[in-house]
């Protein structure tokens, strides 16, 4: 790219970026969310749609996954106060966070074990409405649970699923493929950690490597699936249904929060910390929350200080046509599940009027708070879904945050605010991978 000391004269932090700093950074385009809701593409009706579809398949999902009996075939996860955690990020970092502190722990949502339970799936049952719709096999009025009997078996068998994926989602869309009874190809770039490679090939699923990054593993896969006109590709970059699974997240939070006596309005703001890799995820919850809480809600994504595509992509407005490599980061990171270089361009450009910004982790915290949680509240995360918390731990120090709230009128209001650290993985880490991250201590 030849012109990325023109860029870096116009965006100067993008020096920064550049050079592996952690940094925040809030979002100049954001606008008021009447106005941002205005002309996009997707609507609140879309929303709608895929809760509904959820609900549909609810009965299918609790037969074949009888986990979810719980919460009647709804995949769903607890958000749980966690105030020794907000005390052990206060006292250790200075944090200087006020109001109360919650964590989403879709860390532990059933089937897959990450956030990629939403979106994945998601698109997975919408992929499989469609086809046994489009055959007459089944109408919306019919319970769905009749999809796991051996002649619509038989039916999925003739047909394949396929992903690119640093692994999170070649679980979810795998797991969920295999059980409703695709064949499945996962296309793994390689970031992705071998347990989930052999988790998956435990229940059939075809893992093919990549020495690549992510972007490659996609390329590849959705030229195979292409090839195979009885193959679905599973587009995390351009999804529209990925997205809207993701959305869903936020009209089920109402509940949860009104459980736990917390209002959000004028008076109390709603912070939300999500990490990104492609976008999809972070995006689609943010999108899903603005549609409930307006501007009451306050959206922050984080990502690895070598692989902050979506950050790169906002800053510069290049979304999709700039890559972290671009701008001289390798795109490294031991936070697998946010190891993208390019961001979704689809995303970003729908998400830049809503976000209130960003910021970047290195690695070596990301174990830190890792270790922090585990002490403070017994939970268990993922390296890649504990950048959530480096919102929070960035609160009090950051002179960006200060403003961005002061310009918002919001200081004075922070006692009574609520942050949610949005927890995206981490229940399916096997034991022994889970003590070595307790020892790891990545070179600053
Ligand atoms: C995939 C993933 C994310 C981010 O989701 P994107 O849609 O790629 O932005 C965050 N955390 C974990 C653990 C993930 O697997």
Known sequence: MNNLKELKDRFPILGEIGEGKEVVWINPDRVSFAESGKDCEL????????????KRFAPFI????????????????????????????????????KGRLLLKQDS?????????????????????????????????????????????????EQYTVQVGSTGNLGMSI???????????????????????????????????EYESDYSGAVKNGRRLSDEDPK???????????LFLGYAVAAN?????????????????????????????????ISFGLKHVFGDHVHCFFVEPVQAPCMLTGMVTRLHGDISVQDIGLTGRTDADG??????????????????????????ARLYDYMRDLLESEDIFLEPS???????????????EIRTYLKENGLTDKMKDAVHIAWATGGSLVPEEVREAYQNTYPEE
Request: hydrophobic share 40%; aromatic share 8%.
């Open 252 to 284: 089920r939070l109402i509940g949860q929060l009104t459980e736990q006596g917390i209002a959000v309005d004028e008076d109390h703001p709603l912070f939300v910390y999500l990490p990104c890799g492609v976008g999809g995820a972070p995006g689609g």
């Open 385 to 399: 879904a504990c950048a959530a918390f480096q919102g929070v731990a960035k609160w009090g120090k950051s002179e």
């Open 43 to 54: 609507k609140k009706e879309d929303i709608a749609d895929a809760e509904a579809r959820l």
């Open 62 to 97: 609790m037969r074949c996954f009888p986990e979810t009996k719980d919460r009647g075939g709804l995949i769903e996860s607890a958000l749980t106060e966690i105030p020794a955690m907000k005390e052990l990020l206060n006292v250790k970092y200075d944090s200087g966070l």
């Open 338 to 363: 946010l190891a993208v270089g390019r961001p979704s361009g689809f995303v970003g450009k729908l998400i830049a009027p809503m976000l209130s910004g960003e910021c970047t982790v290195r690695d």
């Open 174 to 208: 795998g797991i969920m493929s295999a059980a409703i009874g695709y064949r499945v190809i996962v296309h793994m770039s390689a970031d992705a950690k071998q347990w989930k490679k052999d988790l998956l090939r435990s229940r059939g699923v075809t893992v093919l």
């Open 231 to 241: 193959s679905y590709f599973v587009d995390d970059e351009n999804s529209r249904n």
């Open 108 to 156: 532990h949502l059933a089937i897959a074990g990450s956030v990629k339970a939403r979106g994945g799936i998601y698109e997975v049952l919408k992929h499989t409405e469609d086809l046994v719709f489009e055959q007459g096999m089944l109408s919306m009025e019919d319970d769905y649970a009749r999809l796991a009997e051996p002649e619509f078996r038989k039916f999925f």
